[in-house]
């Protein structure tokens, strides 16, 4: 394990800032600099700086003495058309997202003005202000929040709504009524998760309230996504907040266009709920980009979707997404399977053990951040809790290596597999070899197992599960695969 901190520490940092370029622009940086005197207080002074064009996102820090040394000033934005804020020493505002008291909306290029509000100034103090303003002509941030620093096993969900789209839950009265955000963020807090990937379908609009509440939920970390809606299929992206095109067509703007465009962002695509039906019911819902669909553009699978809402037209079938999973699998891919609770109800059917959790997604980090949670879904470095967070864990190692990892094994060499698991119901071990259970299963002793295997040195791949034996049932857990001889 500690082989493999060290080696996630190396990860690239591709997943950071959408396009943060390493060659410094000094026009994108401006400084505004100011004094501070007794005379100054109750008064305002207005300082101008040019916006360039194609700019989509201003990072601004007042650096002051501050009102411990008897200095406190305020920093109001204006654009060239309108007023945009006042009252913060560091915010950020972009064509999507801003600090609040600020406003979001577009960067409009000219003449901006800073109004500076000398709150108070204590006699005799005397001080200088600076105000650094960082612009940037991409949309998402070069800097995320850091909920725990520690490398470890986070859990959380990767696909949820509110009624931003088409999250429905109850009102006061007992109306059906669009389900506000809160409400989501809520029943993911009562699951006890680390992190949540909400996905309104088509729209950016969620991404500003995410960031203003990003604060008080300083134990779950709310990632950035989209279930990008299209005629033919539902894609997950995440991590960027820039617009993706939904518009894809058969020729001209393909679904691979628009995975294109989301990994410019720096972003990743998951297919969902691929296997559900084409009707009225629920139109496009199933994957019908098969036939031209690049899959090695294609970062995971939606291996479980948990739309189990009581009274619902529509179960997910025995294996939910596995088969599509096992068949990129084949074909020499290696898509991370992750499971997605699809919440529609703010919370409202836990108690039916339906909804945001349901399945948990478990990732193995560097950090509590959305870089390092993307990073690890992207290795590999997952399993799933396919009935929630109360779940069992089910891990599975060879050597230094975990899921996701990669290993090599000559032809004849005898490679062991190490399964441990905290479950205490009796769930079986299943272990699969190429999408087939192996022909003689390992046996689970204080809930750990170990399977040795020859190699025939030709390319495989082998995943756990834990199954409760009932029929029809999703497994309890599983675990994304181990590699072998994967060139």
């Known amino acids: 394990m500690a082989v493999l901190v060290a080696a996630l520490a190396l990860v690239p940092q591709a997943l950071r800032a959408q ?5 410094h622009d000094p026009s994108l940086e401006i400084d505004l600099h100011g004094t ?10 207005t300082q101008t700086f040019q916006m360039p064009d194609g700019i989509q996102r201003m990072e601004v820090d007042l650096e002051s003495p501050g009102f411990q040394k008897g200095m406190y000033v305020t920093v109001g934005m204006f654009d060239p058309q309108r007023y945009r804020g006042e009252g913060q020493s560091r915010f950020s505002i972009s064509t999507v997202t801003a600090t609040g008291p600020y406003m979001p909306g577009p960067l409009t290029p000219g003449t901006w003005k800073v109004s500076f509000g000398f709150n108070y100034v204590a006699p005799n103090a005397h001080g200088e202000y600076t105000l650094h303003i960082h612009l940037s002509r991409h949309l998402d941030s070069a800097h995320y929040a850091v909920l725990n620093p520690k490398p470890g096993w986070y859990m959380g969900d990767l696909h949820s709504h509110t009624g931003n789209t088409d999250a429905v839950c109850k009102s006061q009265s007992g109306k059906d009524v669009p389900c506000p955000v809160w409400k989501l963020l809520e029943a993911a807090a009562s699951q006890k998760l680390d992190f949540l990937a909400v996905t309104d379908h088509n729209t950016q609009v969620t991404f500003n309230e995410l960031g203003e509440v990003q604060p008080f939920y300083d134990k779950l970390l709310l990632i950035a996504g989209e ?12 991590g960027t907040i820039g617009f993706l095109d939904y518009r894809t067509t ?10 294109d465009q989301a990994h410019e962002q720096q972003a990743l695509v998951s297919i969902n709920h691929w296997y559900w039906p084409w009707d009225g019911r629920c139109p496009g819902c199933g994957w019908g980009w098969d036939a031209i669909t690049d899959y090695s553009k294609v970062d995971s699978i939606e291996v479980i979707n948990g739309y189990h809402e009581h009274g619902s037209w529509f179960t997910p079938p025995p294996g939910n997404g596995i088969p599509l999973w096992e068949q990129l699998h084949a074909r020499g891919l290696r898509p991370t399977g992750v499971g997605g609770g699809d919440e529609h109800r703010g919370g409202e059917q836990l108690p039916l053990h339906d909804g945001v959790g349901i399945p948990a997604t478990v990732v193995y980090a560097r950090e509590l951040s959305q870089p390092a949670i993307l990073e690890g879904i992207k290795a590999g470095h997952v399993y799933i809790k396919t009935h929630g967070p109360d779940g069992p864990e089910l891990l599975l190692t060879s050597g230094s290596a975990m899921m996701g990892d990669a290993i090599e094994a000559a032809a004849g060499t005898t490679v062991d597999f190490a399964l441990s698991t905290n ?26 197992a170990t399977y040795h295997w020859t190699s025939d040195g030709r390319r495989h791949w082998i995943r756990a599960e834990l199954v409760d034996g009932k029929p029809g049932d999703d497994p309890v857990v599983l675990t994304n695969p181990i590699y072998v001889n994967w060139k």
């Open 423 to 448: 479950d205490s119901s009796g769930a079986a071990l299943r272990l699969y070899l190429d999408g087939r259970p192996v022909a003689s299963q390992p046996t689970l002793a204080d809930g750990n």
């Open 227 to 238: 279930e990008v809606t299209t005629v033919r299929g539902h894609a997950n992206v995440w």
């Open 19 to 23: 396009g943060v370029s390493s060659v």
């Open 250 to 259: 058969d020729h001209g703007f393909t679904v691979n266009d628009l995975f």
């Open 36 to 45: 501070i005197t007794p005379e100054k207080i109750g008064t305002y002074e």
